[in-house]
């Protein structure tokens, strides 16, 4: 499975995750759900980095879209606030992204070489 599809699953694991927390507060029975979320997206974190995935690209995305989704899903199924000020936010978030997967494609940092022990003096 490629990378942006193991992105994409555990987005939908911590969304799902953190939606169900919330639920959880009037049903205990949602902890469950919660703690399988969870634990499910930082698994497939972890796989995507095994990839050779930029950490820092790879959280962005992560966090920006489970902030989005997250607000956008608990106005549609919890009645939470919605503002425009929210929305411009959420956009701000997405940009921010944006810059830094631009600036890691345009980094030209090389692939780590070896096991990490040679000595950079």
Do not use: Q
């Not at 995935?53 to 790879?58: H, K, L, N, P, T």
């Not at 890691?104 to 070896?114: I, L, W």
């Amino acid at each position: 499975m490629n990378k942006w599809a193991l992105l994409t699953l555990a987005v939908i694991g911590e969304v799902s995750a953190t939606l169900a927390l919330r639920a959880a507060s009037d049903h205990p029975g949602w902890f469950a759900l919660t703690a399988a979320g969870y634990i499910g997206a930082f698994v497939l974190l972890a796989a995507i980095l095994r990839t050779g995935a930029s950490i820092g690209v790879v959280y962005g995305i992560w966090a920006a879209c489970g902030v989005a989704l997250t607000a956008v899903l608990a106005y549609v199924l919890f009645g939470d606030p919605l503002t425009w000020v929210m929305a411009a936010g959420i956009a701000l978030v997405a940009a921010g992204v944006m810059i830094v997967e631009t600036g890691s494609t345009h980094a030209g940092h090389p692939a780590p070489a070896g096991n990490g022990t040679e000595d950079h003096r």
